[in-house]
């Protein structure tokens, strides 16, 4: 946001499972004792569970890993109206499991299937816990089926991932928001393949993550069908519904991109939107080939605060566009930070919400690196400035790698000048201890080896004691986890200053 390792499975083909019988001969065969604490833990109330994320403790479950999900939305045309839903969830289990606990709130749950079977299922906390009637082994594939509402309108404490736009709705699940949307194990973690099917009124056009599959005209609605050829993270998930037009051009090695426009706006974004194959071609000079199937952004007309690098479909706020008083440079380097996550944060996803400094330093530091190169802004003044304000946000909002935690219903509570600028920083004061060119082999490095995968600040550690030959611990230490800024290899006059302020965006962007 720019405010602003796991295993894809593929499920097998579906068989009848003897499994399922060998349990209930198992069951036969347990002594009294071990069937009384069966019975206990099975009469135990619900209870939220999480993977244990030391920012959101509550976010993901444990004990499955989720292979695809696929998405049905039907809007009625009217963004104040909660949607009909159906989320389907294909996973499998690396535990024994009687009940699977999925992140959902905010909806209303109509029925709940795991293999066809009703299951029973209640709420806990903003859990959504299914009880099949045959308990899961570990190793099993299992489908579970959840019909159910999806509500664009949230409270004010708990604002959602539907944004309501001028003509219909977007979506923006960072950080911890997906699941108000659809039910599923919201942690970057655990990434899967999607598929969605958006059911709109004719006159209206809803595309989402991945390429079209497919499109169904039916008694004045309209049927869309998107599939992503990619793992992704359930807080990169985009549907767009509005009244767009979606336009078409090609990018580097005959890349689709396609931007989602308001109809009304077309003629005054294209001079933008024209900018993108070539912000493409200039992240693949720093850091190799685009990672995904398509790219393009997403102009919605709606008031956010921030831009959001949704998966394959950037989203911006028209008005960063269209508003004079933003210049163009700063314009043009904002599309490079959305642009730069589809690397950092998207086909290289955190382990965990501490690992965000790596998506938004990165995307901050390609950001400057497009500004400097293309608008004469260097880089060095700006994390000079950065330098002189490091040690207010470490005190404020903790060091990059070591984020606080957010406030309670605060949803972008953890998007600080420490993660963006912050971060950054940590980057500048790496190339300057290794070099510019060990630097750049080590930024082409990462994105390649940890491709639609996940990775942690410690597997970047290493890499970069690999790629540089020494070992950077020591300094990493205190670069990402010092309350105090450490001195700015070659630049001994840097100086933090309790008065200093970075050049911050007027804007917020992710």
């Not at 993977?51 to 403790?57: A, H, I, N």
């Not at 909002?397 to 406030?407: F, L, Y």
Request: proline fraction near 8%.
């Amino acid at each position: 946001m720019l405010h602003t390792p796991h295993t894809l499975h593929t499920p097998p083909s579906r068989a009848p499972r003897p499994a399922r019988s060998r349990r209930r001969l198992r069951a036969l065969a347990l002594l009294a004792s071990a069937v009384s604490v069966c019975l206990v833990a099975a009469s135990a109330p619900p209870a939220p569970l999480g993977v244990g994320d030391r920012l959101y403790p509550h976010l993901g479950n444990p004990g499955y890993d989720v292979a695809a999900y696929d998405l049905s939305f039907t809007y009625s045309g009217s963004n104040s109206k909660p949607l009909t839903a159906v989320t389907t969830i294909d996973a499998q289990t690396t535990a024994d499991l009687d009940r699977v606990n999925l992140d959902f709130a905010h909806g209303k749950v109509e029925s709940v299937e795991v293999d066809g079977e009703p299951a029973a299922f209640a709420t806990a906390g903003e859990d959504l816990v299914v009880t099949p009637d045959d308990a899961l082994d570990e190793g099993e594939w299992t489908r579970i089926t959840v019909r159910h509402s999806s509500d664009p309108v949230y409270p004010e404490d708990r604002q959602g991932g539907w944004v309501r736009t001028a003509d219909g709705l977007a979506m923006a699940n960072q950080a911890d928001v997906a699941h108000l949307v659809f039910p599923c194990n919201d942690h970057p973690s655990d990434k899967a393949r999607f598929t969605f099917h958006v059911t709109a009124p004719d006159g209206l056009t809803a595309v989402a993550n991945g390429l079209p599959a497919g499109v169904e005209r039916t008694g004045g609605s309209t049927t869309w069908t998107y599939r992503s050829a990619h793992p992704m993270a359930t807080e990169l998930a985009q549907v767009s519904i509005g009244r767009s037009t979606v336009l078409h051009r090609t990018g580097p090695h005959g890349l689709p991109v396609r931007d989602v426009v308001p109809t009304a706006h077309r003629a005054a974004l294209e001079p933008w939107l024209r900018k993108t194959p070539d912000q493409i071609a200039w992240m693949e000079k720093k850091v190799g080939r685009y990672p995904f199937e398509t790219y393009g952004l997403l102009m919605a007309d709606a008031t956010t605060g921030f831009e959001l690098e949704t998966q394959t479909l950037s989203l911006f706020e028209r008005e960063l566009f269209t508003e004079p008083g933003y210049p163009e440079w700063y314009v043009d380097s904002i599309m490079v930070h959305e642009l730069a996550h589809q690397w950092f944060g998207n086909s290289v996803s955190p382990g965990t919400w501490s690992d965000l400094w790596l998506n938004e330093g990165h995307a901050t530091w390609y950001e400057a690196l497009y500004a400097e190169e293309t608008a004469g802004r260097t880089v060095a003044a700006r994390m000079k400035a950065a330098y002189g304000a490091s040690d207010g946000w470490r005190a404020k909002g903790g060091p990059p790698a070591a984020p606080k935690p957010p406030t309670s219903g605060s949803k972008t509570g953890i998007f600080r000048a420490n993660v963006y600028d912050g971060a950054a920083l940590v980057l500048y004061a790496l190339r300057q201890q290794i070099g510019r060119a060990a630097f750049e082999r080590l930024e082409a490095t990462w994105v390649d080896r940890h491709r639609d995968g996940n990775a942690t600040t410690a597997d970047f550690v290493r890499l970069a004691s690999e790629i540089s030959g020494r070992d950077l611990a020591g300094f990493f230490q205190g670069w990402l986890y010092g309350k105090k800024t450490p001195p700015m290899p070659g630049h001994p006059d840097w100086k933090p200053t309790a008065t200093a302020q970075a050049p911050a965006p007027s804007k917020a962007h992710g």
